[in-house]
């Protein structure tokens, strides 16, 4: 596909953001209904119809596209293959990125949204609410951020992101949640080189590492899925960060084990990279 029509893709992307993030603010405000997921993680109707605008908005504007979507079933073929695995175009899609974090109030929450060509990430977004900000990237063209509320349609404005160019005194993210025994001994195996650890959740993580307000991030546990990852991993790269597996291999999109079973690494460069305790 080329430039321009790329360009049209990431258009709708950024406009279906939008509008589940307006969405999402006012359940946020007004109230909202949530419940648990067979998988005993939680759900809200914000989710649900945050999903629904996207999915609605991009299947429109965008053609024949398959879909991952962590708030929508499978589709399967005959054979019981998800479709998408016979797709040349993909969107994945988490509608609310840190659903915990939005049912407790902490506002780190996002609408993350990619698309991928033949399992390479191609566009970005995540927007995230409740601080307006809006980040994006295509493939080849660098990632930028925005203020919601100034996007009439340009592409390509605001402020462009670069990762920070430390190798030491690092900022280390983690989520809120973590409680992971190799994560705590490689922070331990590293303290002369981190300056602080910050508990951040959702993909906002790699937001904050492509625009250099932070530097490194480590998942060693395997229960997030590329909807969590998908869109931040380009906003990154495209910053010129590094993403990987938590072993340093690379990352395909829409595999069929969508788990990262080996985790996740986020670098703002390879010189960051933590040393593991042996």
Not at 28 to 36: M, V
Not at 50 to 73: H, P, Q, V, W, Y
Not at 132 to 157: M, P, Q, T
Not at 202 to 208: A, H, L
């Amino acid at each position: 596909m080329n430039d321009c029509y790329v360009d049209g893709i990431l258009t709708q992307m950024i406009i279906a953001s939008l509008s589940a993030g307006k969405v999402i603010l006012e359940h946020y405000a007004k109230g909202f209904d949530s419940w648990s997921k067979e998988d005993s993680t939680p759900v809200t109707n914000a989710d649900l119809e945050a999903a629904d605008i996207i999915i609605r908005t991009l299947s429109k504007n965008c053609g024949d596209c398959a879909f991952l979507c962590e708030e929508t079933a499978e589709a399967l073929d005959d054979s019981g293959v998800p479709v998408r695995m016979s797709a040349s175009r993909i969107f994945i899609i988490d509608p609310l990125d840190g659903t915990r974090s939005f049912i407790n109030g902490t506002g780190q929450f996002a609408v993350s949204v990619s698309y991928v060509e033949s399992h390479v990430a191609k566009a970005a977004v995540i927007y995230a609410p409740v601080c307006d900000k809006l980040y994006y990237a295509e493939h080849g063209k660098g990632a930028w951020r925005i203020s919601g509320k100034n996007f009439v349609g340009e592409l390509f404005c605001g402020d462009k992101l670069h990762v920070s160019d430390r190798e030491n005194d690092l900022i280390l993210l983690v989520g809120n949640t973590d409680n992971d025994p190799i994560l705590r001994k490689v922070i331990e195996h590293n303290s002369h080189r981190i300056s602080k650890v910050i508990p951040v959740s959702s993909c906002i993580k790699g937001c904050m590492i492509a625009e250099g307000s932070a530097d490194v991030h480590y998942k060693f546990a395997s229960y997030t899925k590329e909807w969590d990852t998908s869109a931040e991993e380009l906003i990154c790269r495209e910053a010129g960060g590094i993403v990987t597996d938590a072993n340093g291999a690379p990352l395909i999109s829409n595999r069929p084990e969508i788990a990262n079973l080996k985790g996740i690494r986020l670098l703002n460069r390879e010189a960051s990279a933590l040393e593991m305790p042996i």
